[in-house]
């Protein structure tokens, strides 16, 4: 088992060396880190990110739980919340994502609006803002996990006055969505 360990601990540090030859070609984990370092048994070994066929875009790691207060929900809930009058499920990606692909039933509110649309989402709105006595239990997901367009319109939403308790964050969204196989629609806007 050994051999094994050392064989692969040499592979990945090959293969790290080889991302951090090309910068470019390196994307960010955590903020603006491309790389992190952890020591094994068999010393340390540089973690990095490439871009890969699947992977929805070059964004950086988001946390499972975006704000205090905000609920991480899995594709189980988010199917479950589109047949849920309580809740709604919003796409709040940009619209050339949307109209590629989406969670049928879905809404779209772009994360760049997001906080001046408050009222599409249960709250009121007035002259000094919005009134968010009521409001609807929201889903809102974007392209996944290195995805921080959903987190940052969950933060704007705080930030005007939602409450964060009424946030449901599906950090999986489309690419675990779509690596799932779960059903999505096209041309949607």
Not at 138 to 159: D, E, H, L, T, Y
Request: aromatic residues 6%.
């Amino acid at each position: 088992m050994k051999p094994l360990l050392s064989i692969l601990t040499l592979m990945l540090t090959v293969f790290a060396a080889s991302a951090q030859a090309n910068e470019t070609e390196m994307l960010r984990i955590i903020g603006e880190d491309t790389s992190v370092t952890v020591e094994t048994e068999d010393g340390p070994v540089t973690i990095t990110r490439v871009m890969t066929p699947c992977a929805k875009n070059k964004g950086w790691l988001q946390p499972l739980i975006p704000a205090e207060g905000i609920h991480p929900v899995t594709e189980i809930e988010v199917i479950q919340a589109l047949n849920d009058p309580e809740f709604v499920v919003v796409d709040m990606r940009t619209i050339e994502w949307r109209v590629k692909a989406t969670i049928p039933g879905s809404i779209h509110i772009p994360y760049t609006e997001v906080a001046i649309r408050l009222d599409e989402l249960g709250c009121e709105k007035t002259d000094n803002g919005f009134s968010c006595e009521k409001p609807m239990k929201v889903v809102g997901f974007c392209n996944g996990p290195v995805c921080p367009q959903s987190p940052m319109a969950m933060k704007a939403m705080i930030r005007e006055g939602f409450p964060a308790d009424s946030i449901y964050y599906y950090r999986g969204g489309m690419l675990d969505w779509d690596t799932l196989g779960l059903t999505s629609v096209e041309g949607m806007f």
